[in-house]
């Protein structure tokens, strides 16, 4: 199987901004784009650090902790790490900005990506080429775009790649059925292990919402070796590497 790649759904009109922006600068760019982020890039394209509505917060927060309090106020001092005091004082892009930079390449496939941005806790990604460049950029909601597929292209795709060129069965040997991204699985295979491995590969399926298991199975296989199940049909070492 094949997910979709970053390519496929990037952004190529990237607004960018330069180290030396100022605050000002900055802020109007996003209010004028109605972005909450863009990435910095030097006279090169490459990417330097990407700068965000968050991290112009952190100046604005900075003031409003400096104001004068009524004495009944209490002052709340919240933690703040090294990176947050110096863009507390920041006023240019370059000190604002978190770097380095976070990025992806335009080869990755848009579950990768997923796994980027959560693990970063991140709400964009520049797309950069090897040497840094940036390509375009790629969003939460561009990523979100395979759940807009059409249930009868999921469908395609699940009986060739998964039934077909994956199980080796023909294609009307399992009635497959999508509603809504929802995927149901009707049928009987030959042996018990391999109903887990068809509705695990249905669900890595771009656009799958979920899996609904219907299968049945003719050979009771369970009692067998691992080693002795893989001689027999497609091994998790397999399933692991697709």
């Not at 080869?107 to 520049?126: G, S």
């Amino acid at each position: 199987m094949k997910h979709r790649l970053i390519d496929h759904v990037m952004n190529r009109d990237v607004i960018t901004t330069t180290v030396d922006a100022p605050f000002k600068q900055v802020a109007d760019l996003l209010a004028r784009h109605a972005i909450s982020g863009v990435p910095v890039v030097d006279r090169d394209d490459k990417v330097l650090g990407v700068l965000s509505e968050t991290d112009l917060m952190y100046h604005q927060a900075a003031q409003e902790d400096d104001a004068p309090r009524p004495w009944y106020a209490p002052r709340r001092r919240p933690k703040s790490t090294r990176a947050a005091r110096t863009k507390a004082g920041g006023r240019t892009a370059g000190d604002l900005m978190s770097s380095p930079a976070v990025t992806i390449g335009p080869r990755q496939t848009v579950a990768e990506a997923a796994r980027t941005m959560a693990a970063h806790r991140v709400e964009r990604l520049p797309v950069a080429d090897e040497e840094g460049r940036l390509m375009g950029i790629v969003t939460r909601s561009d990523l979100l775009s395979v759940f807009r597929r059409a249930d009868e292209e999921i469908r395609a795709e699940i009986v060739g790649e998964v039934l077909v060129r994956t199980l080796w069965l023909a294609p009307h040997t399992i009635d497959v059925s999508v509603r809504e991204g929802v995927v149901t699985l009707t049928g009987k295979l030959q042996r018990r292990s391999e109903v887990p491995i068809a509705v695990r590969l249905a669900g890595r399926v771009d656009g799958v919402v979920s899996v609904t298991d219907r299968l049945g199975y003719q050979e009771d296989d369970s009692h067998l070796r691992p080693t002795e199940q893989a001689l027999h049909g497609i091994t998790e070492e397999w399933l692991r590497k697709n």
